[in-house]
């Protein structure tokens, strides 16, 4: 079965909320990233998940607080290593 992306936010409003990531470990769900925007009050989780309700329910038991769930595309998908064509090529000035 392929997963799916979704974000998880996390708004907070003191200077030490939202330092935490989650620690999803949840069999079926894999945590991608975590983005913490200072200026927004506000924790973005990337989470990998068959469905809308498991990524819940792993959050859940992570003990992270969700605000905000929603599904997403990725864009541009990280790689685990880059290739030579991902690898900017110098140009030598005769």
């Known amino acids: ?9 996390q708004y907070y409003c003191s200077a030490d ?14 945590l991608v990233a975590t983005i913490r ?5 506000v924790v ?10 498991v990524v819940a329910e792993a959050a859940a038991i992570s003990a992270w607080r969700v605000d905000r769930l929603i599904p997403a595309r990725w ?11 991902d690898v900017p090529r110098q140009v030598k000035e005769a």
């Open 44 to 53: 973005i989780a990337l989470v990998e998940g068959p469905n809308a309700e």
């Open 1 to 9: 079965m392929a997963n799916h992306l979704f974000v998880l936010e």
């Open 75 to 85: 864009i541009h998908p990280p790689q685990a290593s880059p290739t030579i064509s």
């Open 17 to 30: 909320a939202g330092t935490a990531a989650p620690l999803i470990t949840t069999l079926g769900c894999r």
């Open 37 to 41: 925007l200072p200026t927004d009050d």
